[in-house]
């Protein structure tokens, strides 16, 4: 898809620019290094020293002298409430994502004493803003702002949980790409995405917006999401600033309870949960966020290891550093600060440069530096930092040029744009189940019953942090099957269950819906979560479908008809029934403002689904945590073992999923042959060739996700069964089959030694190639001393 974007309209602002006073003024003196030793800092964790593993050189966006000189100049000039007024971000009132809001921002802005505004979009409202700085303050510095655009704009794609099932880095690019489009057309500079939390533990209602459980593939999603948003460069009006988060570990919280403690050990952090941050970092991502969980007993907005020792020594982090909402003056009742004063000293000194929505610096700030316990170097380096960013957006050049009007609607839910989410919507649907070949369905398909809460309901298509995104613009299921349905095909809908927990028990619409599935050739029911019982503060105990969902299901059972499941939700649910009892299951997750056709393309076959979980389906909550990649035990349960009792299993269910990590069917059948390897002994610096032939046995074309993972056998600690270490999206014809090879080296082996050295051990090895992370033995090689 070819996007094309006018061009921005240059506009006159030479009386909105800085004094004459400050572009003549002279250029500070250089600025020292920050000491190493600075009051009140805290949470470094006592560890062996460690290395990090190595990766491109973090994004600096160029050298820039001229930046450098003119924001020495500026802040020459600035008073110390200026400086604290450009580490301030405040919330508009348009929006509520927190619990406060501050009152009085505009009169903040026009006191200077605000540097960024965020929940504020459109032109006419940037703009309206952006003029209180511009021409209301002494040194007219502009505002920044900054919004929530996590899975599209106006524009919505599918969860990002479900970009990631697509396994398609170019479509996740491209949907980010196209979000950051729309986004910066409203008057936006900033995006506070992509989040890149590693999560196993599906009660936590924020995985719906990361990439799932693997430590690879979210890295490679990381990577992905800021590029799309960020575009050819920081400063064009097609792009956003991204922001990397929850940083860090946000995704493991116990008990999966939203803004719970987080407590890991040094080697899973680094090993499991730092890599896509590293990744995003690298990719060139603008600024990080701050996670509300403590990590190691400090809360991360107060950790001077995170945001100094790891971000900026160890990783190289040029951009600014933002709390999430009010996370500052939570320090308290975390018990790590006693009052707000000490808990803004703990932050700043720790290395945030931005209190969003807190107020904690523009309270207490100017007094903590009167009483030196936090040095004017530390703030002139944050403001540095805040300013520098604002300089490459070309702001101080031209305040208004993210505020062009005729750009706002030329790029907003363009034809390409909804075809483009109608493409990545069906690329993110998996297969879970197709007994029979129930799916697609058949031409001889005369009578469909539509069943379920969520078949008609466009305001739950678009799922949870949804931005801007219309509640009543998405196409509903029952739209998009009764538009593709062939002439003479009747389409019967129901709504039939609830998917609300007070009505668990209730049999409300059940008779409605049995008559409109009694004389139906399939049933299609549409059923999950309510939209909102997914994403931040939506934690659960219960991942069984809500409300009577399931009662309905079993009720529809008896009339002997074939049922598609079309599951809509922000997570991997727990529906072992349903597993065992309907015919086909689609998750669909939430798909976005095209979902009724994107659904009803799989439905009909028009287009084959590819998709693969990234997360695992458990059958029941008490699996919980479970994911492909864990560590055996001493006593593991095997099936050659069945029956004994002192093994590492449960009384009541089998130790696998329901379905796991990497498992996605299609409506045509792969085959893969043996796996070989070019070499059975590599040495360091070396690699080998691991080769499959993969053939479309099946009658229709289709794509598979080949997914490469290895297994070190024996270390000095000990390692996962397996570890994704690639995959490849192939597309075939019918009868043809493809060479597929993947390279290991000794790098893609390393890891986190016993004495915390990053690097690969010499030893045994199995590599295993297929559809899904569930695989019989594999191949075995050696890496030598």
């Given at each position: 898809?070819?996007?094309?974007?006018?061009?921005?309209?240059?506009?006159?602002?030479?009386?909105?620019?800085?004094?004459?006073?400050?572009?003549?003024?002279?250029?500070?003196?250089?600025?020292?290094?920050?000491?190493?030793?600075?009051?009140?800092?805290?949470?470094?964790?006592?560890?062996?020293?460690?290395?990090?593993?190595?990766?491109?050189?973090?994004?600096?966006?160029?050298?820039?002298?001229?930046?450098?000189?003119?924001?020495?100049?500026?802040?020459?000039?600035?008073?110390?409430?200026?400086?604290?007024?450009?580490?301030?971000?405040?919330?508009?009132?348009?929006?509520?994502?927190?619990?406060?809001?501050?009152?009085?921002?505009?009169?903040?802005?026009?006191?200077?004493?605000?540097?960024?505004?965020?929940?504020?979009?459109?032109?006419?409202y940037t703009r309206e803003l952006q003029k209180l700085a511009v021409e209301g303050t002494r040194l007219k510095i502009?505002?920044?702002?900054?919004?929530?655009?996590?899975?599209?704009?106006?524009?919505?794609?599918?969860?990002?949980?479900?970009?990631?099932?697509?396994?398609?880095?170019?479509?996740?690019?491209?949907?980010?790409?196209?979000?950051?489009?729309?986004?910066?057309?409203?008057?936006?500079?900033?995006?506070?995405?992509?989040?890149?939390?590693?999560?196993?533990?599906?009660?936590?209602?924020?995985?719906?917006?990361?990439?799932?459980?693997?430590?690879?593939?979210?890295?490679?999603?990381?990577?992905?999401?800021?590029?799309?948003?960020?575009?050819?460069?920081?400063?064009?009006?097609?792009?956003?600033?991204?922001?990397?988060?929850?940083?860090?570990?946000?995704?493991?919280?116990?008990?999966?309870?939203?803004?719970?403690?987080?407590?890991?050990?040094?080697?899973?952090?680094?090993?499991?949960?730092?890599?896509?941050?590293?990744?995003?970092?690298?990719?060139?991502?603008?600024?990080?966020?701050?996670?509300?969980?403590?990590?190691?007993?400090?809360?991360?907005?107060?950790?001077?290891?995170?945001?100094?020792?790891?971000?900026?020594?160890?990783?190289?982090?040029?951009?600014?550093?933002?709390?999430?909402?009010?996370?500052?003056?939570?320090?308290?009742?975390?018990?790590?600060?006693?009052?707000?004063?000490?808990?803004?000293?703990?932050?700043?000194?720790?290395?945030?440069?931005?209190?969003?929505?807190?107020?904690?610096?523009?309270?207490?700030?100017?007094?903590?530096?009167?009483?030196?316990?936090?040095?004017?170097?530390?703030?002139?380096?944050?403001?540095?930092?805040?300013?520098?960013?604002?300089?490459?957006?070309?702001?101080?050049?031209?305040?208004?040029?993210?505020?062009?009007?005729?750009?706002?609607?030329?790029?907003?839910?363009?034809?390409?744009?909804?075809?483009?989410a109608r493409d990545v919507a069906r690329k993110s649907m998996v297969l879970l189940k197709n007994q029979n070949d129930?799916?697609?369905?058949?031409?001889?398909?005369?009578?469909?019953?539509?069943?379920?809460?969520?078949?008609?309901?466009?305001?739950?298509?678009?799922?949870?942090?949804?931005?801007?995104?219309?509640?009543?613009?998405?196409?509903?299921?029952?739209?998009?099957?009764?538009?593709?349905?062939?002439?003479?095909?009747?389409?019967?809908?129901?709504?039939?269950?609830?998917?609300?927990?007070?009505?668990?028990?209730?049999?409300?619409?059940?008779?409605?819906?049995?008559?409109?599935?009694?004389?139906?050739?399939?049933?299609?029911?549409?059923?999950?979560?309510?939209?909102?019982?997914?994403?931040?503060?939506?934690?659960?105990?219960?991942?069984?479908?809500?409300?009577?969902?399931?009662?309905?299901?079993?009720?529809?059972?008896?009339?002997?008809?074939?049922?598609?499941?079309?599951?809509?939700?922000?997570?991997?649910?727990?529906?072992?029934?349903?597993?065992?009892?309907?015919?086909?299951?689609?998750?669909?997750?939430?798909?976005?403002?095209?979902?009724?056709?994107?659904?009803?393309?799989?439905?009909?076959?028009?287009?084959?689904?590819?998709?693969?979980?990234?997360?695992?389906?458990?059958?029941?909550?008490?699996?919980?945590?479970?994911?492909?990649?864990?560590?055996?035990?001493?006593?593991?349960?095997?099936?050659?073992?069945?029956?004994?009792?002192?093994?590492?299993?449960?009384?009541?269910?089998?130790?696998?999923?329901?379905?796991?990590?990497?498992?996605?069917?299609?409506?045509?059948?792969?085959?893969?042959?043996?796996?070989?390897?070019?070499?059975?002994?590599?040495?360091?610096?070396?690699?080998?060739?691991?080769?499959?032939?993969?053939?479309?046995?099946?009658?229709?074309?289709?794509?598979?996700?080949?997914?490469?993972?290895?297994?070190?056998?024996?270390?000095?600690?000990?390692?996962?069964?397996?570890?994704?270490?690639?995959?490849?999206?192939?597309?075939?014809?019918?009868?043809?089959?493809?060479?597929?090879?993947?390279?290991?080296?000794?790098?893609?082996?390393?890891?986190?030694?016993?004495?915390?050295?990053?690097?690969?051990?010499?030893?045994?090895?199995?590599?295993?190639?297929?559809?899904?992370?569930?695989?019989?033995?594999?191949?075995?090689?050696?890496?030598?001393?």
């Amino acid at each position: 898809m070819l996007i094309t974007i006018r061009p921005a309209v240059r506009l006159s602002v030479r009386t909105l620019m800085l004094s004459a006073s400050l572009i003549a003024g002279g250029i500070a003196a250089p600025l020292s290094a920050r000491e190493t030793a600075r009051p009140g800092s805290a949470g470094a964790p006592v560890a062996a020293p460690v290395e990090t593993p190595a990766g491109p050189t973090p994004a600096v966006w160029g050298d820039r002298p001229e930046m450098r000189s003119f924001v020495d100049r500026l802040m020459a000039q600035m008073t110390l409430a200026e400086k604290i007024g450009q580490l301030t971000l405040l919330t508009s009132d348009w929006v509520s994502t927190g619990p406060t809001l501050r009152a009085g921002y505009k009169e903040d802005i026009a006191a200077g004493k605000v540097g960024a505004i965020f929940n504020a979009h459109s032109v006419a409202y940037t703009r309206e803003l952006q003029k209180l700085a511009v021409e209301g303050t002494r040194l007219k510095i502009p505002l920044l702002f900054g919004y929530d655009v996590i899975h599209g704009h106006r524009t919505m794609f599918p969860i990002s949980l479900g970009e990631a099932a697509s396994w398609d880095l170019e479509a996740i690019e491209k949907s980010a790409r196209i979000s950051a489009i729309e986004g910066a057309a409203e008057g936006l500079h900033w995006t506070y995405a992509p989040m890149v939390d590693i999560s196993r533990d599906p009660r936590w209602g924020r995985v719906s917006e990361g990439a799932g459980e693997d430590t690879y593939l979210g890295s490679r999603i990381a990577e992905a999401r800021v590029k799309g948003f960020q575009g050819k460069r920081i400063g064009d009006t097609d792009s956003l600033l991204a922001t990397v988060k929850h940083f860090a570990a946000y995704g493991a919280p116990q008990a999966g309870r939203d803004y719970s403690t987080v407590d890991m050990s040094m080697r899973e952090l680094r090993e499991v949960y730092l890599p896509p941050y590293k990744a995003a970092v690298d990719a060139g991502a603008a600024t990080v966020m701050t996670s509300f969980n403590e990590l190691d007993g400090v809360p991360a907005s107060g950790s001077s290891f995170l945001l100094t020792d790891v971000l900026r020594k160890e990783w190289g982090f040029k951009g600014f550093v933002v709390t999430d909402y009010t996370s500052i003056n939570e320090m308290i009742p975390h018990g790590f600060s006693k009052d707000e004063k000490q808990a803004g000293e703990q932050a700043i000194n720790a290395g945030v440069d931005m209190d969003m929505q807190g107020a904690v610096y523009l309270n207490h700030l100017a007094k903590s530096v009167a009483e030196g316990k936090v040095s004017q170097q530390t703030i002139d380096d944050a403001v540095r930092r805040v300013l520098e960013m604002k300089y490459r957006l070309g702001l101080f050049q031209d305040p208004y040029r993210f505020s062009d009007a005729k750009r706002e609607k030329a790029n907003v839910m363009t034809p390409a744009f909804l075809e483009a989410a109608r493409d990545v919507a069906r690329k993110s649907m998996v297969l879970l189940k197709n007994q029979n070949d129930v799916l697609p369905l058949a031409a001889s398909a005369k009578r469909i019953a539509l069943i379920g809460p969520l078949a008609d309901s466009k305001a739950d298509m678009i799922g949870s942090w949804a931005g801007q995104g219309s509640r009543t613009r998405p196409i509903s299921l029952l739209e998009g099957i009764r538009a593709r349905a062939a002439k003479g095909v009747t389409v019967n809908y129901a709504k039939g269950a609830s998917y609300q927990f007070a009505d668990a028990g209730k049999t409300d619409g059940f008779a409605e819906a049995m008559a409109a599935a009694k004389d139906a050739d399939v049933i299609v029911a549409a059923m999950g979560e309510y939209w909102d019982m997914t994403g931040e503060a939506a934690s659960r105990t219960d991942l069984n479908l809500p409300g009577n969902q399931e009662a309905l299901l079993k009720e529809l059972k008896t009339l002997g008809k074939p049922i598609v499941l079309v599951l809509l939700s922000g997570r991997p649910n727990t529906i072992p029934w349903a597993a065992d009892n309907v015919d086909a299951i689609l998750e669909a997750w939430y798909p976005g403002t095209m979902a009724g056709t994107a659904v009803a393309d799989v439905l009909f076959g028009d287009y084959n689904p590819s998709g693969k979980l990234p997360m695992t389906f458990p059958r029941s909550v008490g699996q919980v945590p479970i994911f492909y990649s864990m560590k055996n035990t001493g006593r593991p349960y095997t099936a050659e073992k069945q029956g004994q009792k002192y093994l590492s299993r449960y009384l009541d269910s089998s130790n696998s999923p329901q379905w796991p990590f990497g498992h996605g069917l299609s409506y045509t059948r792969f085959t893969y042959s043996t796996v070989t390897i070019d070499k059975t002994v590599i040495r360091p610096g070396e690699a080998l060739t691991a080769t499959v032939t993969l053939t479309n046995s099946g009658k229709r074309a289709g794509t598979e996700i080949v997914q490469l993972y290895t297994r070190d056998l024996v270390g000095s600690v000990t390692r996962p069964v397996k570890e994704l270490k690639g995959f490849q999206k192939i597309a075939l014809k019918p009868g043809e089959s493809r060479r597929v090879t993947f390279r290991v080296s000794d790098k893609d082996l390393a890891f986190y030694r016993q004495d915390m050295s990053w690097g690969a051990e010499p030893g045994e090895f199995e590599l295993f190639v297929g559809g899904t992370s569930d695989l019989p033995v594999g191949v075995k090689f050696s890496l030598a001393e």
